[in-house]
């Protein structure tokens, strides 16, 4: 069992940099597969990131080169950093854990069903 809270969003420029934080509670956060979710106004939720606790690390190819995932261990956070934010990237984002087991395709850790837990999501507003 963990809760996530993540950071509070912001308006920000476009072209500008933003980091996400998201605090687990409960464990360490080592010991989950997070992943960080967006949904942006009138569509589906969609996969960002997400990073293993292997340290594998996967990336839609919208925000690859833009976008890094990484986790403190000692703060027990997963984090988001955000550069050369866009218009596009305008969303409420979330953050995931899961605990995957086994051998696991890495197309899984894209899929929300491979999350259990969900923080309430933070709006980032990017104004161009």
């Known amino acids: 069992q963990v809760e996530l809270v993540e950071s509070p969003g912001q308006l920000v420029q476009a072209g500008g940099s933003l980091r996400l934080s998201c605090a687990a509670s409960?464990?360490?956060?080592?010991?989950?597969?997070i992943a960080w979710f967006r949904q942006a106004p009138g569509k589906e939720r969609e996969f960002v990131a997400a990073?293993?606790?292997?340290?594998?690390?996967y990336y839609a190819d919208s925000v690859k080169g833009r976008f890094t995932i990484s986790r403190d261990d000692a703060k027990n956070t997963a984090d988001l950093q955000m550069n050369s934010l866009k218009s596009a990237d305008t969303a409420v984002y979330y953050c995931?854990?899961?605990?995957?087991?086994?051998?696991?395709?890495?197309?899984?850790?894209?899929?929300?069903?491979?999350?259990?837990?969900w923080g309430q999501g933070t709006q980032v507003t990017v104004s161009s």
């Open positions: 995931a854990a899961g605990v995957s087991s086994g051998w696991v395709p890495a197309s899984l850790f894209e899929e929300e069903k491979s999350y259990i837990w």
């Open positions: 409960g464990r360490a956060i080592s010991t989950y597969d």
């Open positions: 990073r293993t606790r292997n340290d594998d690390v």
